[in-house]
T-cell receptor, first 113, second 115 residues
Framework: AQSVTQLDSQVPVFEEAPVELRCNYS??????LFWYVQYPNQGLQLLLK??????LVKGINGFEAEFNKSQTSFHLRKPSVHISDTAEYFC???????????FGIGTKLQVIP | DGGITQSPKYLFRKEGQNVTLSCEQN?????MYWYRQDPGQGLRLIYY???????QKGDIAEGYSVSREKKESFPLTVTSAQKNPTAFYLC??????????????FGNGTRLTVT
């Protein structure tokens, strides 16, 4: 079985400051990793995904994430946040060969003007 | 535009009544999923289906039932056996096989309130 740990439930950050949202996972097989964003009362949208290859993955809205196999982490970063980035962010893991996707509990990013 | 449609957006029911949530997709995806979202608990998998007429229990299937009679549709029934049904329900879909690493596409959710 796989699991996902998002270490921070809430992250306040000032506008134009950098941010890092942390995600660690565990799995007995190789995995695919995803970050999703959710705005209030909406579904989730894909930000970025790691499938294979380069460990630095770039996504939409200026976000990027780095896959670290030895530390089993997939932290999300943005060098300069905007008010519109205020949302909840979910890390997810999908083991290779399986369809079941497991999500973390989410991190609420609050951008302060 | 292709996508996933969940209806209705808000649903109110009395305790003891069964209720069915609709999920339709026109993405031609083989796999469909139902998740439940509660504050502070993230998304928890209720059921998923990889192919028509087949589905598997997720982590919290008790008190729920599903059917997959058509590729496009995956309705979820919340039965009276579900002890705490008030939640935000999300439907998702993805490709299978060659696209097994494809991400999930989500609908906009149905907020169910049971009183």
């Amino acid at each position: 079985a796989q699991s996902v740990t998002q270490l921070d439930s809430q992250v306040p950050v000032f506008e134009e400051a950098p941010v890092e949202l942390r995600c660690n996972y565990s799995s007995s097989v190789s995995v695919y990793l995803f970050w999703y964003v959710q705005y209030p009362n909406q579904g989730l949208q894909l930000l970025l995904k790691y499938l294979s290859g380069s460990t630095l993955v770039k996504g939409i809205n200026g976000f990027e994430a780095e896959f670290n196999k030895s530390q089993t982490s997939f932290h999300l970063r943005k060098p300069s946040v905007h008010i519109s980035d205020t949302a909840e962010y979910f890390c997810a893991v999908k083991p290779g060969g399986y369809q079941k996707v497991t999500f973390g509990i989410g991190t609420k990013l609050q951008v302060i003007p | 535009d292709g996508g996933i449609t969940q209806s209705p957006k808000y649903l109110f029911r009395k305790e003891g009544q069964n209720v069915t949530l609709s999920c339709e997709q026109n993405l031609n995806h083989d796999a469909m999923y139902w998740y439940r979202q509660d504050p502070g608990q993230g998304l928890r998998l209720i059921y998923y289906s990889q192919i028509v007429n087949d589905f598997q229990k997720g982590d919290i299937a008790e008190g729920y039932s599903v059917s997959r009679e058509k590729k496009e549709s995956f309705p979820l029934t919340v039965t009276s056996a579900q002890k705490n049904p008030t939640a935000f329900y999300l439907c998702a879909s993805s490709t299978v096989g060659a696209g097994e690493n494809s991400p999930l596409h989500f609908g906009n959710g149905t907020r169910l309130t049971v009183t």
